[in-house]
């Protein structure tokens, strides 16, 4: 069935360091995978996305990165800052209209001063 | 910036108990999803919803469950007789048009079933 598989399930920066997060994908029609940030106790907040035509995308300190051939996507957080601590989600999906998301398992982030 | 809203934020019911739970999705929107997460776990699919039908629903989504739209703002998910097994955050979501998948989260409801 379908599946996303997140590692690693935690990761600990000092502020200014980078952070990356993986996700492989098992259904190949997948074809839209964003990234989604939790802070505690908070809704799942949208913080990029890509589609299965581009194989990467940038948003200032944040960049997504898609290898169809591996079926697998990551996150790159640059300059990491305190704030940047959280849940990161990703998710895969087919990109219908009606498009259910599948998540990972999500990665505790956490930035040390 | 418009945003999902739900409520009400927590919810305490005794098991064998109903439950609705509420959300007013993004106006424009077109589907309309319910999520839920178990404490410290992923977020799980339930079910989508479009054009007052249901899209697609997951294993989790058994009799017991049921969504609504019953007017043009919000959108009701439904436990009949809840279980123990069915305290989680529960999360509606919506998105726009066809073909654009970006989906916006609520801010959730904490069930707890005593």
């Known amino acids: 069935g379908e599946n996303v598989e997140q590692h690693p399930s935690t990761l600990s920066v000092q502020e200014g360091d980078s952070a990356v997060i993986k996700c492989t994908y098992s259904?190949?029609?997948?074809?839209?995978f964003p990234w989604y940030k939790q802070e505690l106790g908070k809704r799942p907040q949208l913080i990029i996305d890509?589609?299965?035509n581009v194989g990467e995308k940038k948003d200032q300190r944040i960049a997504v990165t898609l290898n169809k051939t591996a079926k697998h996507f990551s996150l790159h957080i640059t300059e990491t800052q305190p704030e940047d601590s959280a849940v990161y989600f990703c998710?895969?999906?087919w990109g219908g209209g009606y498009n259910k998301l599948i998540f990972g398992a999500g990665t505790r982030l956490a930035v040390h001063p | 910036e418009p945003e999902v809203t739900q409520t009400p934020s927590h919810q305490v019911t005794q098991m064998g108990q109903e439950v609705i739970l509420r959300c007013v999705p993004i106006?424009?929107?077109?589907?309309f999803y319910w999520y839920r997460q178990i404490l410290g776990q992923k977020v799980e699919f339930l079910v989508s919803?479009?054009?007052?039908?249901?899209?697609?629903k997951s294993e989790i989504f058994d009799d017991q469950f049921s969504v609504e739209r019953p007017d043009g703002s919000n959108f009701t998910l439904k436990i009949r007789s809840t279980k123990l097994e069915d305290s989680a955050m529960y999360f509606c979501?919506?998105?726009?048009?066809?073909?654009?998948?970006?989906?916006?989260f609520g801010p959730g409801t904490r069930l707890t079933v005593t």
């Open positions: 919803f479009y054009n007052n039908e249901i899209s697609e």
């Open positions: 998710a895969a999906s």
């Open positions: 106006s424009n929107h077109l589907y």
């Open positions: 979501a919506s998105s726009g048009e066809q073909g654009m998948n970006e989906q916006y």
């Open positions: 259904d190949s029609a997948s074809n839209y």
């Open positions: 890509i589609r299965s």
